[in-house]
């Protein structure tokens, strides 16, 4: 959004512009809007693109208290529900706070837990000072600083791009004023969005026990290691841990639990969902748990390691020892409800089970499966684990029962003269960026 001046100061609001354009074209948003006052541009095409959910708001040009006209739009009038925006305001006034009603505070206070409204984080500038092309290229290094870390390759929270932001100041005029005048109004440790955020997938024990331990956890998204996650351990005022995870996608967060309970497990990643676990912290002694399950068909179906509609296979587990001491005499019997299931040996032994170690039973688990079962269809499990003197129960990975996917592959239709066949029935349509209202070239 540009509130022009009309004066020859205003090809850097639109450079800047233009510069966070780019940006967001490139991490293929769509669309973008480019509402300029030059242009017939209305209130209502401000409210239009707030309320259909635009991420980031980009305001240059005239301002005090509020946005210049048409720009002025009442923040607890919008309608976006949880869609909400962050706003940067690189102009006048609008980052002051100590008095109320200033534009900072109308975005950010807009709305309710219930009916959420107006926007979720606010940086801007209080700083009061008449127009000069000086300070419009001040304020667009800011601008762009932030713009050019939120959407970066290590971009990942709101303070960070507010500090890349200032930095950007610095680095470019090294004006104090002006680089003190910049505020934020919202959470700093806000994780910034520039692409659809995707679930992690992350690895760790399920236990550990009492006392100093190096607690490993490894972050993927789509099967690829994840570089720069944040990984942190909390229990209560016993244990505060973090680390970042390398090229690997590991980390290796030191703990020191000194009493029993549960142990949060929290990793957060650019453009990602965070993840939540939870990690059980034993007293000192063993802690079994399950490690791996392989399944061979060979004899009984058709020897591709799946389990099939109609197959006997023999179901190979292995349990693994998180504790600190070793576990004695381990069996484990197979438990499941399934109906289209039948248990032949439900039994395995697996001896004792050293700290660290991962054992595989003795005597594998076999189990048949209804050729009335349905494809994609799911046999959850548990194992009854005992060592000790004590009994578990343990949950692995449910089982996926696989068959055949038929799709097609080609259409042909046919009549009395002529024939059309289209090598793919399906494809994927590209997705479509516009921009909205403008009409200068940059």
Known sequence: MIADDFDDGDWIYYANTWFVYDLMDSAEFAPVDTLFRRNPVSMQDVYDSVNEGRGFLNFRGQALFNWNPPFDINPAATTNGWRLPVVVSATCGTGVFDVDGYVCETWVRAGSVTNPAGGVAFFGTNTIIGGSQALSLRRGYVDEGFMANAFGPDGLTMGEACLAGKLNLFLNDENHQEYQAWNLL??????????????????????????????????????????????????????????????LGAAVLPIWPSTPGDLSVTVTARNAFPYEGTVVVLPSGPFVTHSETTI????????????????????????????????????????????????????????????????????????????????????????????????????????????????????????????????????????ARSRRRTDMSR
């Open 296 to 431: 061979d068909d060979t004899a009984g179906g058709n020897g591709d390691g799946l389990l099939s509609p109609g197959e006997t296979a023999l179901l190979n587990i292995a349990l693994t020892n998180i504790g600190n001491e070793t576990a004695a005499a381990v069996t484990a019997t197979f438990r499941t409800d399934e109906v289209h299931t039948t248990l032949v040996d439900s039994l395995s032994y697996f001896g004792d089970v050293p700290p660290d170690a991962i054992v595989w039973g003795q005597d594998a688990f076999e189990i048949t499966v209804s050729a009335d079962c349905p494809g994609e269809h799911v046999i959850p499990f548990a194992l009854s684990v005992a060592y000790g003197g004590t009994t578990r129960t343990v949950h692995p990975p449910a089982i996926e029962i696989a068959t055949g996917h038929l799709s097609p592959a080609a259409m042909e239709s046919v009549d009395s003269s002529r024939s059309l066949t289209t090598a793919s029935a399906c494809s994927s349509p590209s997705r």
């Open 186 to 247: 919202g959470d700093p440790e806000l994780n910034l969005w520039t692409g659809p955020p995707l679930h992690l997938t992350v690895f760790h024990n399920e236990g550990a026990s009492t006392g100093p331990t190096d607690f490993g956890v490894t972050v993927l998204k789509e099967g690829v290691p994840v570089e720069g996650a944040l990984v942190a351990c909390v229990k209560g005022s016993d244990v505060y841990s973090w680390r970042y995870t390398d090229e």
